[in-house]
């Protein structure tokens, strides 16, 4: 357990876990998820922050607690919106709720539940073990719908227990007897829940069914869409011209469309590593060696037990561990979704440096101001709030990489207390993904600015000249072009006089002479068109 995590429940407010009501209609959340919250805050009076558990002090006892408080006692602030400590429980909790049922610290408690229970389960199945019999039908379901039926309310209960055992997991374990000593067959065998189990036995399994329906539930499906959504920019600019800029100086033509397509690409590329990852669980006991587990019956296979076990969950079995579960897939994971983020902040600067070219225009909405102080302005916010939060989140992220497969000796508690904020990560990136998606929905190109642009550059089009000189044996073509582009005016008109003045044969002067900046695109608006099916075929899928 982590040190110093109880807390006293009767005066936890509800909020502590989420800030505001989840519904049905909640995006990319299950119902069965939303109807095991069951949330029920009460009607309060001249407080907005009054959302109270059952069983804490007197909404007019706090209410007047809060109304006394000054900016001395500030300590005294019930949980809500506006004063949690965390912009994502806060401000931003509207775009990242949907982790909460994962990620939490209700979810982090239901995972929990839910392989203790898994494991009773398994010790009925193994014949050796006559001592808990198989379960009946009856009883099979009534374990089962303490998974499926766990509620706030049963996670504000594990909090009571906790702040009595001071430790989280033995909380969980004491809660699931006291739920289950009614019921005629279960009661029998109490003392099987959390059998030869360690703490991290418990907690390793926990994490790993939070992360995976985490990001199968909500970061994967939205990284999804945000890759749809510059693939869709990439085909439908795919022939657009725009100036190049390589060092910030005016380099070869290419497409609008082609330069999403590199973002699209790359992102899916980094999505397909990141759901390809494997998941992986221990099940070994106090140091990994099944001590505990052979001093009670020697005669089972307990590495193979485990083995099934933990692949029986979804997860992949870890077969060589000390006490935990030695994080590497986490590090793997996390730097992963560090490398999507360092792509997304590429393309975030990018956007936003076309909107500075005016390459882009911004729609408007009703109502919304840019600058406080000058009315002409839109802002490109989204781009900047992705790519600040991308920072945050890669901070985070990125700790976790490399701290959680450093545990000294058999085990230390460094990883219990940086676990609890894989949320913190994860939520950030999905607010940055989110803000990025909000941003691609305003743009509008401003074909006139990209045109005007290459109408001044034609000094682009010294590199085919000179290329096509090479061709046909013309003596030092880069240094003559050199001579009448670097550092000089160049035009239209000063690049037809010298191509007409070049030997080479008629057709490839004719070539060059209809050649444009904008034409000067090469096979950038093929590759643009053919960004989906690239896609699809670097995953092995039809995605898009």
């Keep these: 357990m982590e040190l110093g995590t109880c807390f006293n429940a009767a005066n936890v407010n509800q909020k502590m876990f989420l800030s505001a009501p989840m519904t049905q209609k909640s995006k990319n959340i299950p ?163 959390h059998f030869a189990c360690t703490s991290e036995d418990i907690n390793n399994l926990a994490h790993a069914l939070m992360l995976k329906g985490a990001l199968n539930t909500v970061i994967l499906p939205v990284m999804d869409e945000l890759i749809k959504a510059i693939c869709d920019m990439a085909t439908t600019h795919s022939s657009v011209p725009m100036l190049s800029r390589t060092h910030g100086q005016p380099a070869s033509p290419t497409t609008l469309g082609k ?134 989140a890669n901070g985070d992220l990125s700790h976790l990489s490399t701290k959680l497969p450093i545990s000294r000796w058999q085990r230390d508690l460094t990883d219990s207390t940086v676990l609890r904020n894989m949320g913190v990560g994860l939520g950030h990136s999905l607010l940055a993904y989110r803000s990025a998606l909000q941003g691609i929905k305003k743009l509008q190109v401003n074909e006139a600015a990209l045109t005007e642009d290459l109408d001044k550059t034609w000094e682009v089009l010294a590199e085919p000249i000179q290329t096509v000189m090479r061709r046909y044996g013309v003596p030092e073509p880069y240094e003559k072009l050199k001579e009448l582009t670097r550092g000089r005016a160049v035009n239209k008109e000063s690049i037809r006089e010298f191509i007409q003045r070049l030997d080479i044969p008629v057709d490839a002067k004719t070539s060059l002479l209809n050649l444009t900046p904008h034409a000067y695109v090469g096979a950038a608006a093929e590759l643009a068109k053919n960004v989906n099916e690239a896609i699809n075929q670097l995953n092995g899928a039809q995605l898009f």
Excluded at 54 to 59: N, P
Aim: with cysteine; charged share 20%; hydrophobic share 40%.
């Design 259 to 392: 330069e999403m397509a590199i973002f699209a690409y790359r992102l899916s590329r980094e999505r397909r590593e990141i759901s390809q990852i494997e998941m992986l669980g221990k099940f070994a006991g106090a140091v990994g060696n099944y001590n505990a587990h052979v001093a009670a019956y020697p005669e089972i296979n307990w590495p193979e037990i485990a083995e099934e076990f933990v692949m029986s969950l979804g997860l992949q079995f870890n077969p060589y561990v000390p006490q935990i579960e030695t994080h590497d897939y986490m590090a793997k994971l996390f730097h992963s979704i560090v490398q999507f983020n360092n792509i997304l902040v590429d393309f975030d600067r990018d956007v936003w440096g076309y909107i500075s070219l005016g390459y882009f225009k911004q729609t408007t909405k009703a109502g919304e101001i840019g600058s406080s102080t000058m009315p002409h302005k839109v802002n490109p916010i989204d781009f900047e709030n992705s790519e600040g939060n991308l920072g945050v």
């Design 31 to 193: 119902s069965s998820w939303l109807n095991r919250l069951n949330f029920s805050f009460p009607a309060t009076k001249n407080c907005s922050c009054r959302a109270i558990a059952k069983g804490s002090i007197s909404s007019l006892k706090t209410q007047e607690k809060v109304t006394e408080m000054s900016s001395n006692h500030s300590q005294d602030l019930e949980l809500s919106s506006l004063s949690a400590l965390c912009p994502l429980d806060g401000r931003y909790w509207g775009k990242v709720k949907e982790l909460a049922p994962f990620m939490s610290e209700y979810g982090l408690i239901r995972f929990r539940i839910l392989v203790e229970i898994k494991w009773l389960i398994k010790l009925s199945q193994i014949p050796q073990i006559v001592e808990v019999p198989s379960f009946s039908e009856g009883a099979q379901t009534f374990l089962q719908d303490l998974i499926d039926g766990f509620s706030m309310n049963d996670a504000l209960e594990v909090k009571k227990i906790e702040r009595v055992t001071n430790h989280d997991v033995k909380a969980v374990e004491y809660f699931l007897k006291q739920r289950c000593q009614s019921h005629p067959e279960i009661s029998k065998v109490l003392e099987f829940f």
